[in-house]
């Protein structure tokens, strides 16, 4: 009679050893859930991502803001009337900053100077 209570024990262990451990088992379900969270966060990332790159090319498509900030930021172009100044701090470390100004209708240039460059000594 003892052999009965342990015999239906191991069927059991036996029974239950494809639902923990087996290919659709309980741990085989979990890991898969976490790497479905995982895929959930790098689409949302992806999505933003997308939206943002998506809004810069209908702006590149109608506008003409974008392609002048592009200008002026990647080319250091300027428009017809305005003064390029470049400012340096002094400190060999740091880069020099560049700031664009409107030039003053007051200020009076030669006609075939329509662009002027402001730069320290030394500087090419």
């Keep these: 009679?003892?052999?009965?209570?342990l015999i239906l024990a191991v069927l059991i262990l036996l029974?239950?050893?494809p639902l923990w451990f087996g290919k659709g088992g309980w741990f085989k379900v979990w890991e898969l859930s976490?790497?479905?969270e995982t895929q959930k966060q790098a689409n949302l990332q992806a999505r933003a991502?997308?939206?943002?790159m998506d809004a810069e090319v209908r702006d590149l498509k109608q506008g003409t803001d974008a392609i002048e900030e592009r200008a002026r930021s990647e080319l250091g172009m300027i428009r017809r009337g305005e003064v390029f100044i470049q400012v340096d701090d002094g400190h060999p470390s740091s880069?020099?900053?560049s700031v664009t100004a409107m030039a003053a209708s007051a200020?009076?240039?030669?006609?075939?100077s329509q662009h002027a460059s402001v730069r320290p000594p030394g500087a090419k």
Excluded: G, K
């Design 15 to 17: 029974l239950q050893y």
């Design 34 to 36: 976490r790497e479905v």
């Design 95 to 97: 880069a020099p900053v």
């Design 49 to 52: 991502r997308n939206a943002v």
């Design 1 to 5: 009679m003892r052999w009965i209570p």
């Design 107 to 112: 200020v009076s240039r030669p006609a075939a």
